[in-house]
């Protein structure tokens, strides 16, 4: 599993997050006028749409490190996350949308073109932080929080602006918001991916043995090696290496590997390492399984 | 008791005068809508003589919502109801001032030579006077002048110094400037107030009609080209943006819309024989904006882009309305018209293929030793992986090698050799040139299953093909 195949799949899972909000936000904005208030309205058309994006994106972490107890645990916590996130997001959307269209509707009543894409764009962007930041809790890694909740910020951003446009361009086209949805699916998808990468400390390639060919990213301060599924590295089909064999710990930019078994031997390059700073093109030996170090 | 005193008195005002009130919706704040579904509306009630008018209770607003502007809902409770509620506000000011050529004949109609017998040169001095009286910090004041074309000096600002030296930049216009675009400039000065909060008032100075050059020149406008501008058009306008329009009237030419355009933005017509009158002008402003009642009442959830809100004053005085809308569009936007079962489609589609992803089998299958090359440096590799055959695989620069690391010049033509050994079923690599096995110079090695090899910064891993 290259960090290709991993991008493609955050993009796929993206398309699908948008097709499947799209049925779920027109029967709630069906039924609009049956709401109390605009601020049940909109945190409950908020909550489903971001857990479902939430959740389709949460699948993607199981999916790629091929751990099958992640695909429950992902899909509950972006779903929460998203739950979340979307509520508060569309609620600060609609706020920044309201704000902006009514200062500028004090003045003009020609916004269509601009106050208008401009501020959903923004509400769409809010939403799509709150949504990228799903994987970080499960994870419990801040520093993937954020990187999600970046990828999630511009990929609202594009997914918001060419919905609109694409409305104003074509308005004539018959579901405008379902391709906006599966733009900001995919826009989300595809800048949690660049920005994910973008972001890690380099990658660790299997170089042989069960996972021979996937690739971890290092994209968390701290990640654990070890035979337990619980590790951020998992090498589960691996004999002969501790549950918790070693763990790497980003300082200052530079990457550590650190022994945490010294009875059983970790070697970079063919020797033994108790901590070693890692540069591009070292060889890691961790019982029978070989890991590459390299930039991508 | 009191409803019925109440309600005698609305009818003997009804009947006993023919005197009209007048009612403008100064401001709608939606700014609560989205926490508390509450909308507070500013309210100013006028006479005839556009005084306002004070003592009215909750029970003389009826407020309704629309979401086109022409079926109206049914009248909305009021949560709040507050009078004299507009006290201190700052308000912005849009001078409009007349140039045309009659400007520059004396107040009486006659042609003069004497600049200080002409029309603009007491409109002038009423404009100083105007802005010396502005009490308010907060105030803002804006300009523009108006003939055949509309000439926008400043936009509202608080600089009053600076607005009284423009006026000197007015100058007497030339013969073909002889039209007067009264309604096309009232309604472009209206849009001058882009970015303003707080109340908005234009005063415009003029001394005659509506004189549109597209309909009196019979020629398209340089600039309106063939529009000609109703007197409604500006009506509009001030309305949707609650701006109130103060005409002042010079000479004995009026233009009979400018009442009406007062009267329906909630503004009053001066004269401006009377000086005293013309210095009371911003005082009148001021008490106006002083004496508005603020309503709230909660919103409808019928889903529009903007609403209209209307709001209804029976007083005893009379009767009137003001409609005005707010912004009230959401960020997914308005619903389809019709729901159907189809929708559900891609819905059921995506669940299906995501479950289906996640039954994905991304492991690597077993196949034949291999060597795969996973970066070059420098050059580049005539193919990603070779499988390795059962006697020799050289890699090297040359042509011939089976797996070709090209444009390298540290590479030999043969660099390395990969021997299969079948007896003991393992490969060995045997060096020809500077050779890195995991990083570590050798010169002959038994390969191990994710061996890295270094041939000259091609980076290749040696795969036994087991899983």
Redesign the interface.
């Known amino acids: 599993m290259s960090t290709m195949v991993r991008r493609l799949i955050l993009l796929g899972l993206g398309f699908l997050a948008g097709a499947a909000v799209w049925p779920v936000a027109e029967l709630t904005l069906f039924f609009q006028a049956r709401f109390p208030t605009y601020l049940l309205f909109l945190a409950l058309l908020g909550a489903v749409t971001g857990a479902l994006m939430g959740g389709f994106l949460g699948l993607a972490e199981g999916i790629t490190s091929r751990v099958k107890a992640r695909i429950p645990s992902g899909l509950a916590w972006g779903a929460l996350a998203g739950c979340l996130g979307g509520a508060v997001g569309l609620l600060a959307g609609q706020a920044a949308l309201w704000l902006i269209a009514g200062l500028a509707l004090r003045s003009y009543r020609s916004f269509q073109t601009v106050v208008l894409p401009v501020s959903r764009a923004i509400g769409w962007a809010v939403l799509g932080i709150f949504v990228g930041c799903g994987e970080g809790l499960r994870a419990g890694s801040p520093r993937k929080a954020g990187v999600g909740m970046l990828g999630g910020l511009l990929g609202g951003l594009a997914g918001g602006f060419v919905l609109e446009y694409t409305r104003l361009l074509f308005p004539s086209l018959a579901f405008p918001r379902l391709a906006g949805f599966v733009i900001l699916g995919l826009a989300i998808g595809a800048f949690y991916g660049l920005i994910e990468r973008g972001l890690a400390h380099g990658v660790l390639r299997v170089l042989a043995g069960a996972l021979k060919g996937k690739e971890f990213l290092l994209n968390q301060n701290r990640m654990r090696i070890g035979s337990s599924r619980r590790n951020e590295i998992a090498l589960a089909a691996y004999e002969g290496l501790a549950e918790r064999q070693a763990q790497l710990r980003v300082r200052r930019g530079e990457v550590y590997l650190i022994n945490l078994e010294p009875k059983l031997p970790v070697l970079v390059n063919e020797r033994k390492i108790q901590e070693h700073k890692l540069k591009y093109g070292d060889v890691i030996r961790i019982g029978p399984a070989r890991l590459f170090y390299k930039y991508e | 008791m009191v409803n019925r005193a109440f309600v005698l008195l609305l009818m003997l005002g009804l009947a006993g005068s023919a005197s009209a009130v007048n009612v403008s919706l100064a401001q709608i704040d939606?700014?609560r809508?989205?926490?508390t579904?509450k909308v507070d509306l500013y309210v100013s009630v006028t006479d005839e003589e556009g005084r306002p008018v004070r003592g009215l209770d909750r029970g003389a607003f009826r407020i309704s919502e629309s979401v086109d502007g022409r079926r109206f809902s049914e009248a909305r409770r009021l949560e709040g109801f507050k009078p004299q509620a507009g006290a201190e506000e700052g308000i912005t000011f849009v001078l409009l001032i007349d140039n045309s050529g009659s400007m520059y004949d004396a107040l009486d109609g006659r042609p003069t030579q004497e600049p200080s017998r002409m029309r603009i040169t007491q409109a002038k001095e009423a404009v100083r006077s105007f802005l010396r009286s502005m009490t308010s910090p907060r105030d803002r004041v804006g300009l523009a002048a108006y003939n055949t074309f509309y000439q926008p000096l400043s936009r509202p600002g608080q600089d009053r110094e600076r607005i009284a030296g423009l006026l000197e930049d007015i100058q007497r216009p030339q013969p073909d400037q002889a039209y007067t675009e009264l309604y096309a400039s009232l309604t472009l000065g209206a849009?001058e107030?882009?970015?303003?909060?707080g109340r908005k008032a234009v005063v415009v100075l003029s001394d005659g009609e509506n004189y549109p050059y597209a309909r009196y020149a019979g020629k398209p406008h340089p600039v309106f080209k063939s529009k000609i501008y109703q007197y409604t058009e500006p009506i509009r306008?001030c309305q949707?943006?609650g701006i109130t329009v103060y005409p002042i009237n010079y000479g004995r030419e009026k233009d009979r819309r400018l009442q009406n355009i007062a009267l329906e933005t909630g503004g009053q017509v001066f004269d401006a024989r009377d000086r005293e009158e013309l210095a009371g002008v911003y005082r009148r402003i001021h008490e106006q904006v002083a004496g508005e009642y603020r309503l709230t009442y909660r919103?409808?959830?019928?889903?529009a882009e903007r609403k209209y809100v209307r709001v209804e004053v029976q007083s005893p005085g009379g009767r009137a309305s003001a409609a005005r809308f707010?912004?009230a569009?959401?960020?997914?936007?308005?619903?389809?018209a019709a729901?159907g079962w189809w929708?559900?489609?891609?819905?059921l589609?995506?669940?299906l293929?995501?479950w289906l992803?996640?039954r994905?089998r991304?492991?690597?299958r077993k196949g034949p030793a291999r060597l795969q090359v996973?970066?070059t440096r420098i050059g580049y590799a005539s193919t990603r992986a070779i499988p390795l055959g059962s006697s020799k695989t050289v890699i090297g620069g040359s042509p011939k090698a089976d797996l070709t690391i090209a444009g390298a010049p540290s590479v030999r033509g043969e660099h390395a050799t990969v021997l299969y050994d079948p007896k003991s079923r393992s490969y060995t690599i045997v060096a020809g040139g500077d050779l890195l096995v995991?990083?570590?110079p050798v010169k002959t090695r038994k390969l191990e299953?994710?061996?890295?090899i270094?041939v000259g910064g091609a980076?290749i891993?040696f795969?036994?093909g087991e899983?």
């Open positions: 939606a700014s809508l989205l926490l579904q849009r107030f882009a970015g303003a909060e306008l949707e943006e919103a409808t959830m019928e889903p707010y912004f569009s959401t960020v997914f936007g308005l619903p389809l729901l929708l559900l489609a891609p819905l589609a995506a669940c293929l995501a992803a996640t994905l991304l492991e690597s996973l970066q995991n990083n570590q299953p994710g061996d890295v270094d980076t891993v795969d036994d899983v």
